[in-house]
């Protein structure tokens, strides 16, 4: 135990491995059994051999086969749940067996671990979609963690987080808030760092969301320098929130190469499908997107609920309307289930986003400013801001440009503060255009004439269908040249994707 504090892993679970011997030599199976789950933890959480982690598991339960109820059976039951929910992503599953471990620490002890399955129950129910029963039981396990009732910091520590990452996985932001600084404190009175380590990655999330993207930088970078040296596994996980926020701060160079460093894992797949969409490859987005919900399994709602929006909007881009109502219903579902604000936000804007393709501004400004509304009150000003640039260019087509002018004031005030830059230039560009040109039309169809000749090229061959990579070889360029031509003509038009550029020059008989 002494090792797990001080961080020095590969001692501790050499540490175990003895004592476990040591308890079989004397014919303790209980004693043998929990550390036998302690090393199935071990092996997962610091290693990532998950197969070694089942080899303990499945020891554990055998040794505990025909001994009477024990502290050691609630320990298994509990662990089995936590690899059902984390790894497995089977909520059905980890929500019975919490119940299990919940009930057996409820009759032979201890009452800690009875507080622990009561949380990981709480965390299946969010992730199933039963948030307001979930919360209840996260908020009394939390309540009872940090009161002082409980007496086993890992315990303690552990219940916090799951409430903190179910916080996250409904926007309940405001709650999320709540619980965080006292989590935090519990961390530096105990010097529990491996603690904070596990709930860092959802309050980075959460600062990311706020707007507080400085301190979620710092937030990000000490985790990852903090489990590069304990935690290799986690890594990935770092790179992936971080290139989140150079997504949203417009250094898409960097995110994609933050993305490409963390290898496999499935939220790195949907921070692709974001970025591609950012981008205007609105067909790559909704395949990436597409790829991501394939692996994240259908009652794993929460779960689903980014990469249903990324698919939704990329479908938009598209021009596909009708295949973006899948999507879109079952997330509207979702979040009629869930019932949190940003999540509703988060329909209200896509919503937006299909009404104005389908041409019924009027319909769409509603939603866009519904939007927009939801999520400043639930303070996450980035979405805020994009949800008014987005009710701006539907006001433009109804010809409100009074409306319109505010609309993109507040959002080009909360980009700059944000340090969202390619967002920011966009609502000045906009704005400059109003200045520029009090009268007649303005937006995508007049900066056209803006583009370069080599701009123009590249967006016909676009229009063929043509990738990037069969562009660059037609051009005799490379692709990445491909690639900054195609960001600059969705820069200076103000479009979204790709299918769109397309759509306006043809409109515009520039094809």
């Given at each position: 135990?002494?090792?797990w504090?001080?961080?020095?892993?590969a001692?501790?679970?050499?540490?175990?491995e003895?004592?476990?011997?040591?308890?079989?030599?004397?014919?303790?199976c209980?004693?043998?059994?929990?550390?036998?789950?302690?090393?199935?933890?071990?092996y997962?959480?610091?290693?990532?051999?998950?197969?070694v982690?089942?080899?303990?598991?499945?020891?554990?339960?055998?040794l505990?086969?025909?001994?009477?109820?024990?502290?050691?059976?609630?320990?298994l039951?509990?662990q089995?749940?936590h690899v059902?929910?984390?790894?497995?992503?089977?909520?059905?599953?980890?929500r019975?067996?919490s119940?299990?471990?919940a009930?057996?620490?409820?009759?032979?002890g201890?009452a800690?671990?009875?507080?622990l399955?009561?949380?990981?129950?709480?965390?299946?129910?969010?992730?199933e979609?039963e948030?307001a029963?979930?919360?209840?039981?996260?908020?009394?396990?939390?309540?009872?963690?940090?009161?002082?009732?409980?007496?086993?910091?890992?315990m303690?520590?552990t219940?916090?987080?799951?409430?903190?990452?179910?916080?996250e996985?409904v926007?309940?932001y405001?709650?999320?808030?709540q619980?965080c600084?006292?989590?935090?404190?519990?961390?530096?009175?105990?010097?529990?760092t491996?603690?904070?380590?596990?709930?860092?990655?959802?309050?980075a999330?959460?600062?990311?969301?706020?707007?507080?993207?400085?301190?979620?930088?710092r937030?990000?970078e000490?985790l990852?320098?903090h489990?590069?040296r304990?935690?290799?596994?986690?890594?990935?996980?770092?790179?992936?929130?971080?290139?989140?926020l150079?997504?949203?701060?417009?250094?898409?160079?960097?995110?994609?190469?933050l993305?490409a460093?963390?290898?496999?894992?499935?939220?790195?797949?949907?921070?692709?499908?974001a970025?591609?969409?950012?981008r205007?490859?609105?067909?790559?987005?909704?395949?990436?997107?597409e790829?991501y919900?394939?692996?994240?399994?259908?009652?794993?709602?929460?779960?689903?609920?980014?990469?249903?929006?990324?698919?939704?909007?990329?479908?938009?881009?598209?021009?596909?309307?009708?295949?973006?109502?899948?999507?879109?219903?079952?997330?509207?579902?979702i979040a009629?289930?869930?019932?949190?604000?940003?999540?509703?936000?988060?329909?209200a804007?896509?919503?937006?986003?299909?009404?104005?393709?389908?041409?019924?501004?009027?319909a769409?400004?509603?939603?866009?400013e519904?939007s927009?509304?939801?999520?400043?009150?639930?303070?996450?000003?980035?979405?805020?801001?994009?949800?008014?640039?987005?009710?701006?260019?539907?006001?433009?087509?109804?010809?409100?440009?009074?409306?319109?002018?505010?609309?993109?004031?507040?959002a080009?005030?909360?980009?700059?503060?944000?340090?969202?830059?390619?967002?920011?230039?966009?609502?000045?560009?906009?704005?400059?255009?109003l200045d520029l040109?009090p009268?007649?039309p303005i937006?995508?169809?007049?900066?056209?004439?803006?583009?370069?000749?080599?701009?123009?090229?590249?967006l016909?061959?676009?229009a063929?269908?043509?990738?990037d990579?069969?562009?660059a070889?037609r051009?005799?360029?490379?692709?990445?040249?491909?690639?900054?031509?195609v960001g600059?003509i969705?820069t200076?038009?103000?479009?979204?994707?790709?299918?769109?550029?397309?759509?306006?020059?043809?409109?515009?008989?520039?094809?």
């Open positions: 135990m002494a090792c504090w001080l961080e020095d892993y001692t501790g679970i050499d540490a175990r003895r004592a476990y011997r040591l308890f079989r030599q004397t014919g303790d209980r004693a043998a059994a929990r550390a036998a789950i302690w090393l199935s933890s071990d997962a959480d610091f290693r990532g051999e998950t197969a982690a089942n080899g303990w598991i499945e020891r554990a339960e055998r505990l086969d025909g001994v009477a109820p024990s502290p050691e059976h609630a320990l039951a509990y089995k749940a059902a929910l984390m790894g497995q992503r089977d909520p059905v599953a980890a019975r067996l119940q299990e471990a009930a057996i620490a409820r009759s032979v201890p800690d671990m009875e507080m399955g009561v949380a990981l129950e709480g965390l299946a129910m969010v992730t979609g948030v029963e979930g919360m209840s039981r996260l908020d009394e396990a939390t309540a009872a963690a940090t009161a002082g009732e409980l007496t086993d910091p890992g303690i520590g219940a916090c987080c799951y409430l903190i990452r179910a916080c996985q926007h309940d405001d709650r999320a808030a619980w600084e006292r989590v935090r404190e519990f961390a530096r009175r105990w010097k529990f491996h603690l904070f380590s596990a709930c860092r990655i959802q309050y999330s959460l600062l990311t969301l706020r707007g507080e993207w400085a301190e979620a930088e937030e990000i000490a990852r320098r489990v590069e304990v935690q290799p596994r986690v890594v990935p996980i770092a790179l992936i929130r971080l290139a989140d150079r997504r949203r701060q417009g250094r898409w160079e960097e995110a994609d190469a993305l460093e963390s290898g496999s894992h499935y939220l790195g797949v949907l921070g692709c499908a970025l591609a969409l950012e205007g490859e609105s067909i790559k987005s909704a395949e990436l997107a790829e919900l394939q692996r994240v399994p259908t009652n794993d709602r929460t779960e689903r609920v980014s990469g249903l929006d990324v698919l939704a909007r990329a479908r938009i881009a598209e021009g596909h309307l009708d295949q973006a109502r899948v999507p879109l219903d079952e997330l509207r579902g009629d289930t869930i019932g949190t604000e940003p999540l509703q936000a988060t329909v804007h896509a919503d937006g986003c299909l009404l104005a393709a389908a041409g019924d501004h009027r769409a400004c509603t939603r866009l519904e927009a509304d939801l999520f400043e009150r639930n303070r996450t000003p980035f979405e805020a801001a994009r949800s008014r640039l987005q009710l701006a260019h539907s006001l433009l087509a109804l010809s409100r440009r009074d409306p319109a002018t505010i609309a993109l004031r507040a080009g005030t909360t980009f700059e503060r944000l340090g969202a830059t390619r967002h920011a230039g966009a609502a000045r560009l906009l704005l400059q255009e040109k009268h007649g937006g995508p169809a007049a900066r056209l004439g803006r583009l370069t000749a080599r701009e123009i090229e590249v016909r061959l676009v063929q269908g043509l990738s990579k069969e562009s070889v051009l005799k360029l490379s692709e990445h040249t491909i690639h900054r031509h600059n969705l200076k038009t103000g479009l979204p994707s790709r299918a769109a550029a397309v759509a306006q020059a043809a409109r515009s008989g520039l094809l």
